[in-house]
């Protein structure tokens, strides 16, 4: 079955950085858009980033400059580099497959990030 595993959160001071590792398996990871998505306490789960089969990223204005999403298709991996990271960006941050106008169904446990000084 599909499944997701986050990994490289953690606790942070503003300004730090952090690179999250997301193993995914049970599809055909090489010809899928991935993406990186984020939820707070109280907010909706957000698309922060996403990278096309292809390789081609697009990010979501709060992050661009700062956030760089990019995979390994020979470890069905995908990867978010952080940085510059600010109190807001504190989030339980999990992967997915990305397809447009549809919300995936099916979610890993997600990798916690707390910015805090």
């Known amino acids: 079955q599909v499944q997701f595993v986050e990994s490289g959160g953690g606790l942070v001071q503003p300004g730090g950085s952090l690179r999250l590792s997301c193993a995914a398996s049970?599809?055909?990871?090489?010809?899928?858009?991935m993406g990186w998505y984020r939820q707070s306490p109280g907010q909706q789960r957000e698309l922060v980033a996403r990278?096309?089969?292809?390789?081609?990223?697009n990010y979501e204005d709060s992050v661009k400059g700062r956030f760089t999403i990019s995979r390994d298709n020979a470890k069905n991996t995908v990867y978010l580099q952080m940085n510059s990271l600010k109190p807001e960006d504190t989030a339980v941050y999990y992967c997915?497959?990305?397809?447009?106008?549809?919300?995936?169904?099916?979610w890993g446990q997600g990798t916690q990030v707390t910015v805090s000084s």
């Open positions: 997915n497959i990305y397809l447009p106008n549809i919300v995936p169904t099916n």
């Open positions: 049970g599809f055909r990871f090489r010809i899928s858009a």
């Open positions: 990278i096309a089969s292809a390789g081609s990223t």
